[in-house]
Each structure stands twice: as structure tokens, then as C-alpha cells.
């Protein structure tokens, strides 16, 4: 069975700065896809970012980036330049690859991080 | 265009009764999850449907029950409801079943058991 890691509960980060958020998993499975979800107080689950395991190259997006380590099975998210609006819990997502037409497409989330930026 | 929309947003209800959550998903998703997010975690995975077949179920007891209907929507139902239900429930819909179909959420419903 899958399981996602978030050890980090809460952080803070002063405006404009850079924050990374950690996320370690565990599979026994060689392809997959990982994910970042920011929930804010509005409750909707929003994408931030996501990664294909089989591409070596890190995602970005915009002021979002991540760096993913294979071989560790550690997917961080870096936010540069934090925003007010960044404020939000932060979610990292496994789904596994694969699933076609007839498996059951789910994700595996962990316990989350709440992030809070400072003014 | 639409998300996915919930209702009711918030509801309160008693130990042994029964509740249902509604769900639309964006327009042209044609599967739907369910997840459960009790505070302070992430959410976990109760059903998953596509197509109007229930595609995979997660680790929820038999009062548990939802379906889809041929308009893509979906209800969720739980059955003599205990205080540990309480939570919020998310639903999600996406285009099909591949990483190029990330989820959308929607609002959630927070359901709250005495």
C-alpha cells in the first residue's frame, strides 16, 4: 500500500520570501504521479502543482516548483516570493499509474501543512 | 463554466440518523470521488465512479453507500451516522481516469454529528 509523509504540521514565511514544504511517500510502484493541493480557509481543494515520476525534470509553475527525488521518494514544493494569498493547508497527493478505463483512479493524500504568510 | 458544486454546504444531524450529499460535477467530467477529510487530516478516499459504475471503493464500512446518476451527478449516502462521521466530505470530478484528468474539488459539505 501507498502512504504519503508530511512532517511538517505548520510554518510560517515572511512575505516575499521562499518556502519549501516536504513530502516524502512510500510504493512499491515505479510509475506514478504526485501531486501538491492548496485547501485555503474557502475549503476547495485547488492544483498546484503536479509530476510525472518518470520525468526527471522538475515541475514548475510560476512562483511554484518542486524537487523531485526518485530515488529518495521525496517531493517537495518551493514557493518563492510567498504571497498573503498563499496562505493555505497544503496537501501532497500519490496516484498511482496505470489505472486505464476499469481501475479505480484515487488519490493517496497526506495529513497536510499549514502554511501561513506573514505580512 | 461551473466546478464542482456540493449540497448543502453545512449540515447537522443526529446519532442513528440517516444523511445524503449531493454533487454536480464540472460539466463533461464524467467520473466523480468521494473523500472524507476529518479535521486536522487529509482527505481519504471513500468511492470513486465513472461512467456510472463505481470503479473502486475505499476502506468505509457498509453504511457507506453512494451512486451516479446518467447525468454525471452523484449522491453520496451514510446510514446510522456515529460522532466519528463527522467531517467534511469532498467531491471531485474529472474529465477521465489519467494524469492529463487531475481532480477538481468542490466546496465540500460539512457534516456534523451529535
Known amino acids: 500500500a501507498q502512504t504519503v509523509t508530511q512532517s511538517q504540521p505548520e510554518m510560517s514565511v515572511q512575505e516575499a520570501e521562499t518556502v519549501t514544504l516536504s513530502c516524502t511517500y512510500d510504493?512499491?510502484?515505479?510509475?506514478?504521479?504526485l501531486f501538491w493541493y492548496k485547501q485555503p480557509p474557502s475549503r476547495q481543494m485547488i492544483l498546484v502543482i503536479r509530476q510525472e515520476a518518470y520525468k526527471q525534470q522538475n515541475a514548475t509553475e510560476n512562483r511554484f516548483s518542486v524537487n523531485f527525488q526518485k530515488a529518495a521518494k521525496s517531493f517537495s514544493l518551493k514557493i518563492s516570493d510567498s504571497q498573503l494569498g498563499d496562505t493555505a493547508m497544503y496537501f501532497c497527493a500519490f496516484m498511482k499509474h496505470g489505472v486505464g478505463t476499469s481501475g479505480t483512479y484515487k488519490y493517496i493524500f497526506g495529513t497536510g501543512t499549514r502554511l501561513k504568510v506573514l505580512a | 463554466d461551473a466546478g464542482v458544486t456540493q449540497s448543502p454546504t453545512h449540515l447537522i444531524k443526529t446519532r442513528g440518523q440517516h444523511v445524503t450529499l449531493r454533487c454536480s460535477p464540472i460539466?463533461?467530467?464524467?467520473?466523480v470521488s468521494w473523500y472524507q477529510q476529518v479535521l486536522g487530516q487529509g482527505p481519504q478516499f471513500i468511492f470513486q465512479y465513472y461512467e456510472k459504475e463505481e470503479r473502486g471503493r475505499g476502506n468505509f464500512p457498509d453504511r457507506f453507500s453512494a451512486r451516479q446518476f446518467p447525468n454525471y451527478s452523484s449522491e453520496l449516502n451514510v446510514n446510522a451516522l456515529l460522532l466519528g462521521d463527522s467531517a467534511l466530505y469532498l467531491c471531485a470530478s474529472s474529465l477521465g481516469q489519467t494524469y492529463n484528468s487531475p481532480l477538481h474539488f468542490g466546496n465540500g459539505t460539512r457534516l456534523t454529528v451529535t
Open positions: 460539466s463533461g467530467h464524467k467520473s
Open positions: 510504493t512499491s510502484e515505479n510509475n506514478y504521479y
